[in-house]
């Protein structure tokens, strides 16, 4: 009886190291696999973006709420450009990106472009000038400033760039209206021309897989629907399925997704960030987005005319509000904490 026990104890022992060497294997090959993936990316993380808070209007001290100094909770600023060359530009897509790991979901807020703001040094305007006057730091700037929020990072893509990070996850799956075909088969005239490429007409309506081509025309449609309301929605539609791509792919793939997609734009964030908010994707994460401002915060109907210019004009301080239940809540507006339509 002691010599089979001793046998068994022996044969527990030879199982357990057998099984902690196939799992340092695993994990030396997983490290392995991901060092050959990032080795040699070239660092494109944007090195001379402050670090210094006070120059992206956070305030030493600052007590917004307590949710707001969240380390579950990351906010990035998100910026779409058509940029030529080098000369300044204005952002035509602003949205504040949310990695909510403590409600587990991808959140993303569009800031519509001519909101009108004040911009520090400059007055008040659209806040898409704030990127014109100062880049992505008066960017980030502003929208800390006039939404009492604490980003300290953001992302720069190019419309032509766009289309590539779309190409890179096998395109996007978009229900596209005749209207919207042809508007975006229309887009799609000037993008050949700066990009080169020939023109990828959408054939026909319907629901269908998007290239990156397509697809950009098809966010930039402006003369379909509610003008710049859909096309802001438009666009988040477009990163939602961005998002799903990713949540249907192998996690193994990730490196080299980022490999494919780090080049492809400006950012604030270094290799290990990214990596670490990606990590969001092995939950059982969702995506939920949001615009600002709201139909009832409009002032006036939304218009205002300053010198000759139209400007959408909106209260400030409730759309605040309702950004920050949405961000640290996890509360969209008429929504309850339950997540319940207001009255039900």
């Known amino acids: 009886m002691a010599r089979r026990r001793r046998r068994r104890l022996k044969t527990k022992k030879l199982i357990l190291t057998i099984f902690l060497l ?53 906010n990035i600023a998100l910026f779409g450009v058509d940029q030529r060359e080098d000369e300044p530009c204005r952002s035509d897509v602003i949205m504040v990106a949310t990695v909510d790991k403590r409600h587990d979901k991808i959140k993303l807020t569009s800031v519509m472009r001519d909101s009108y703001v004040p911009i520090d040094g400059y007055g008040n305007n659209k806040i898409n000038a704030a990127y014109f006057y100062g880049g992505p730091e008066l960017a980030v700037k502003t929208l800390n ?139 059982d994460v969702s995506f939920v987005d949001f615009r600002l401002p709201c139909n009832e915060d409009l002032i006036n109907g939304g218009s205002l005319v300053v010198d000759g210019v139209d400007y959408l004009y909106y209260d400030l301080d409730s759309s605040k509000d309702k950004l920050h239940n949405f961000i640290y809540q996890d509360i969209l507006p008429g929504q309850n904490s339950a997540g319940q339509a207001q009255g039900e």
């Open 145 to 283: 400033q006039v939404f009492d929020l604490k980003i300290t990072d953001y992302v720069t893509v190019n419309f032509s760039e766009m289309a590539e990070i779309v190409d890179a996850v096998g395109g996007v799956q978009i229900d596209v209206s005749e209207e919207e075909r042809k508007d975006a088969n229309h887009n799609m005239i000037e993008q050949s021309a700066q990009s080169g490429k020939p023109v990828d007409t959408i054939e026909e309506p319907g629901f269908q897989t998007l290239s990156g081509m397509q697809a950009v025309a098809y966010a930039r449609i402006r003369h379909v629907g509610n003008a710049d309301y859909d096309r802001t929605a438009r666009q988040r539609e477009v990163m939602e399925q961005i998002f799903n791509k990713g949540k249907n792919m192998n996690p193994m793939e990730y490196p080299g997704l980022i490999k494919r997609m780090l080049p492809l734009v400006e950012t604030s964030l270094d290799l290990v960030e990214i990596m670490d908010m990606a990590g969001i994707m092995l939950r």
């Open 22 to 74: 196939l799992l340092f294997v695993v994990m030396g090959y997983c490290a392995y696999y991901i060092f050959t993936i990032v080795k040699g990316l070239d660092d494109s993380r944007n090195a001379s973006f402050t670090t210094d808070l006070s120059e992206l209007g956070i305030v030493s001290g600052d007590t917004l709420t307590d949710d707001a100094s969240d380390a579950s909770i990351t």
